[in-house]
């Protein structure tokens, strides 16, 4: 089965950029979805089609698909951002999450 | 305003069945699938499959092929989640959530608040 990975932390002061990847074979050849969950909540589509946001998100929340690797960007970092990342991505009719990347505001 | 609606938590003991259901208000239910996310607790997403409510079409994940039962009643807008005969490892938290598009391999725009089963004897 297809498997996406990420790193399980990342940690980013208030105002600086975030990065979180998503690794996977050849993942640039598909779509890729980002989530963002908070304690206790549901997850949230933040990103779609690689680089879209849907309507309400943020635009410091960015997205890019190359190669074998997505990149979530969060530029400017606001403590709210605090949440688990889930990269998600489809592939032979079935849907690979990751196992999430849990973002740390300083 | 489009939102996906679940049933409430659920205790349950081994072997006995559960249907969790999911109300769909706010955009036409028929044009969007509605896939179903499980989340044990403390760990990460696991996609389960979806349905499309027009057809009552289904794609399920291998990993839970066999142990759940998708269905919707499009008449109420409303898609279901049924186990037979559930286990202590089926205890979790339980997502449905609608599709960006009406594409079938799409994200997920709109979720449920989720329903906890509880599986103990």
């Known amino acids: 089965s297809y498997e996406v990975t990420q790193p399980p932390s990342v940690s980013v002061f208030p105002g600086q950029t975030a990065s979180i990847t998503c690794s996977g074979d050849k993942l640039g050849e598909k779509y890729v979805y980002w989530y963002q969950q908070r304690p206790g909540q549901s997850p949230v589509l933040v990103i779609y089609h690689d680089v879209k946001r849907p309507s309400g998100i943020p635009e410091r929340f960015s997205g890019s698909n190359s190669g074998n690797t997505a990149t979530l960007t969060i530029s400017g970092t606001q403590t709210m951002d605090e949440a688990d990342y889930y990269c998600q991505a489809w592939d032979r009719n079935t849907v690979t999450f990751s196992g999430g990347t849990k973002l740390t505001v300083l | 305003e489009v939102q996906l609606v679940q049933s409430g938590a659920e205790v349950k003991k081994p072997g006995e069945s559960l249907k969790i259901s999911c109300k769909g208000s706010g955009y036409s239910f028929t044009n969007y699938w509605i896939g179903w996310v499980r989340q044990l607790p403390g760990k990460g997403l696991e996609w389960m499959g979806i349905?499309?409510?027009?057809?009552?079409?289904?794609r399920n994940s291998p990993s839970f092929q066999g142990q759940v039962t998708f269905s919707v009643d499009k008449s109420i807008n409303t898609a279901y989640l049924q186990w037979s005969s559930l286990k202590a490892s089926d205890s979790g938290m339980y997502y449905c959530?609608?599709?960006?598009?009406?594409?079938?391999?799409?994200?997920?725009?709109?979720w449920g608040q989720g329903t906890m089963v509880t599986v103990s004897s």
């Open positions: 349905i499309y409510p027009d057809d009552s079409e289904t």
């Open positions: 959530a609608r599709s960006h598009s009406s594409s079938w391999n799409d994200g997920y725009d709109i």
